[in-house]
């Protein structure tokens, strides 16, 4: 449980999160031999394309089209030419020569179309390559189609048509160089024309025009190529930026639907607590117990004041029900030591602790005014980067006294997290060590899961150890939320979170929020699944990224990142 926040606003007491192993539960805990890594995804409900956790991007759902657009020409393409080849024994009159490398171009076509044809069975045959190789075997054909009928017969249609076809294309220079030589062969063929070097031996001669009249047509097609090619390109810019602007609006909505998730969570938490409690006008140990400040699975907070000097305090007490159960009790006196033991500004500082053998445990600490971090980004849904620097410097001083004093908090996540207001000054620090873990002590909740699904590490999942490097990717994970205003995991159920968690990476922070790109490979480090990859403390963490928001991160560092990366890449779409 967490230390209550100011007197206007308090922060409702939040228990830290056991995950249970069913559903129904309300006490069980989820033994450490289950292992999300270990169990098939059809058994936590995540479907395929959740696993992935990346949806198609504007560039990948264009060239998708770009595929089918492919295997739509290879059809068209190979038809048309055997639609000709058929029809060729009965054409009347027209130049033998230019017959003859028409029928070489037709079967070019159908050749490399049946070819291609057969490689884009699958997606991994289509290339950009192999499709300006057809497209240029498919216009020195046509433009054999177009010397044999005429060049100012309608066969000059079946250029404009392929030009329209691929200039929706994403790949500019494949376009261009497309555009740049359907043009610049219809203008030597002309101009061979015009100029009476050769002669049209087309079957719709160009001789019954005089010449200004066949220099006006070969201008009017050369337009036609050229607003064909400016349309396609056009067409392309704006279907790009049409599903740009669809991306960003689902991007919106999915982190509305996240964050507001998270505050029907907090507001169940919330619900719990507030009122008259069944200590509030008690003393207890050196202090009157006020109104009810929060509520959890395994006890409450209550303001109070010191019975002799006001001081104003919250004093923590264990349920009733709690107190006939002796691993609870004892979690509850670890938390009084460990807490009483890290006497630094950034954890929240302990007033008085019961006697081992008091009937009612119970646990006195600072009345912070403020509030915590939940409910700052609750109101402002992300925060800037200097105060996010500010945070994470703070709570990792906090983080590495813990370390130093071989304590690991378990649970950390924005409800734990306070920022303390005294007159003009505000400290950030840490609340709740209700499931830390003391090195070189057996934990009290072995074989349980703890923590809270959204903010564990990879480790914790999975029921393995953890070290004060689960902290250092908590912090991480809670600067994410900071700066982008997005959770880094969040789905319906639990074991869906779990799962990302282990196996995914979240959105890019860069892409979630205009941020430096120095610092997504710093929270790439933070967030890394094996805890050997990451920080080595929570003020490495701190300081990196300071260095990423300026964009001077260190060297080793962007290097380490980018390997990290090119084995488990940021998800590049929203879920």
């Known amino acids: ?39 098939p995804s059809a058994e936590i409900g995540v479907s395929s394309a959740s ?46 020569s230019a017959r003859r490398v028409l029928e070489v171009g037709l079967l070019a076509v159908i050749t490399s179309c049946g070819w291609y044809g057969w490689q884009l069975r699958r997606d991994e045959g289509y290339s950009v390559a192999r499709t300006n190789l057809i497209t240029h075997v498919a216009v020195l054909a046509s433009y054999a189609g177009v010397w044999y009928f005429g060049i100012y017969s309608p066969a000059i249609a079946i250029i404009i048509f392929g030009l329209a076809f691929f200039s929706l294309t994403q790949n500019r220079a494949s376009v261009v160089a497309m555009y740049a030589c359907s043009a610049a062969y219809y203008a030597l063929m002309s101009a061979v024309v015009i100029s009476g070097l050769a002669r049209d031996r087309g079957i719709v001669p160009s001789d019954v025009l005089s010449r200004p009249q066949q220099v006006a047509c070969a201008l009017l097609v050369e337009g036609m190529l050229l607003a064909t090619y400016l349309f396609g390109r056009r067409a392309c810019e704006v279907s790009m930026a049409a599903l740009e602007q669809h991306d960003r609006a689902v991007r919106s909505l999915a982190q509305r639907e996240a ?14 607590a507030g009122g008259i409690g069944r200590w509030t006008d008690e003393v207890v140990g050196s202090f009157r117990l006020g109104p009810l400040l929060g509520r959890g699975a395994m006890g409450e907070v209550y303001e109070a004041v ?49 006697a081992p053998n008091a009937s009612v445990p119970y646990l006195a600490m600072e009345r912070l005014v403020g509030r915590d971090l939940a409910e700052l980004l609750r109101e402002h849904k992300r925060m800037g980067i200097h105060s996010v620097l500010t945070m994470v410097r703070q709570i990792g001083c906090g983080l590495d006294a813990a370390r130093s004093a071989g304590i690991v908090h378990r649970d950390l996540k924005p409800r734990n ?23 070189g002590e057996e934990t009290l909740t072995h074989n349980q899961i703890v923590g809270t699904p959204s903010y564990m590490a990879p480790e914790q999942a999975n029921g393995s150890t953890v070290t004060h490097q689960t902290d250092v990717y908590a912090l991480g994970v809670i600067a994410y939320r900071a700066l982008t205003g997005h959770p880094a995991f969040e789905g319906e159920k639990t074991a869906e979170i779990l799962y990302k968690v282990v196996h995914s990476m979240p959105l890019r922070p860069s892409v979630a929020a205009p941020l430096a ?21 929570a003020g490495e963490l701190a300081g990196a990224l300071e260095a990423a928001a300026g964009g001077a991160l260190d060297e080793p560092l962007r290097a380490r990142a980018e390997r990290l990366l090119a084995a488990r890449p940021w998800a590049s779409a929203p879920e």
């Open 517 to 537: 790109k120095d610092l997504d490979l710093a929270l790439t480090i933070a967030m890394a699944k094996d805890p050997a990859d990451r920080f080595a403390s």
């Open 259 to 272: 964050l507001l998730r998270e505050a029907r969570h907090e507001l169940a938490q919330a619900m719990q």
């Open 306 to 354: 010191h019975a002799q000097s006001s001081e104003r305090a919250a004093v923590k007490l264990l349920h009733p029900h709690v107190l006939g159960q002796p691993e609870f009790v004892e979690r509850f006196s670890r938390e009084a030591k460990v807490v009483a033991s890290l006497d630094v500004p950034n954890v929240v500082k302990v007033l008085e602790v019961s």
């Open 417 to 439: 997290v306070f920022l303390a207001r005294e007159g003009a000054s505000e400290l950030w620090k840490i609340l709740d060590f209700g499931v830390a873990r003391v090195v």
């Open 51 to 96: 696993r992935s956790d990346t949806s198609p991007t504007p560039g990948q759902t264009l060239y998708g089209e770009d595929i089918a657009r492919a295997r739509m020409f290879v059809v068209i393409a190979s038809l048309f030419a055997l639609l000709v080849a058929v029809l060729m024994p009965f054409q009347i009159g027209g130049d033998p």
């Open 1 to 39: 449980m967490g230390v209550p926040s100011g007197v206007a606003e308090p922060s409702k007491e939040e228990a830290p999160t056991i995950v249970e192993g069913s559903a129904g539960g309300s006490g069980g805990a989820l033994h450490a031999r289950w292992r999300v890594s270990d169990l």
